[in-house]
Nanobody, 125 residues
Framework: VQLQASGGGLVQAGGSLRLSCAASGRASSSNVMGWFRQAPGKAREFVAAINRYGGGTRYADSVRGRFTISRENAKNVVYLQMNNLKPEDTAVYYC???????????????????WGQGTQVTVSS
């Protein structure tokens, strides 16, 4: 397993959760790592991504200001702090990483080479 996501759960609207993604193997060399999510009956969508150097980040409009992506390079871990959660944030959240040679953040899921198994986030109203 190259990407292992954890931290999902059930939370009330307005609450917070922090997701973690531990990278191993080739994925641990990735410069760009991100989070996507997929709600039932919907396509997988971009949530946030971060670059290894300089900490450049990018967010989907729907989560900007509520979610924060960060990483600990020494531990090969990426986090997604999710605050002020809404019922529409309910989805399976996937950690993803681009090929190690790439340094540009992208939002298209097809541009990510490695994927984790997903962790369920459920926000009740």
């Amino acid at each position: 397993v190259q990407l292992q996501a954890s931290g999902g759960g059930l939370v009330q609207a307005g609450g917070s959760l922090r997701l973690s993604c531990a990278a191993s193997g080739r994925a641990s060399s990735s410069n760009v790592m991100g989070w996507f999510r997929q709600a039932p009956g919907k396509a997988r969508e971009f949530v946030a991504a971060i670059n290894r150097y300089g900490g450049g980040t990018r967010y989907a409009d729907s989560v900007r200001g509520r979610f924060t992506i960060s990483r600990e390079n020494a531990k090969n871990v990426v986090y997604l702090q999710m605050n002020n959660l809404k019922p529409e944030d309910t989805a399976v959240y996937y950690c993803a990483a681009r090929s190690p040679a790439i340094t540009v953040i992208q939002t298209l899921k097809n541009s990510y080479h490695f994927w984790g198994q997903g962790t369920q986030v459920t926000v009740s109203s």
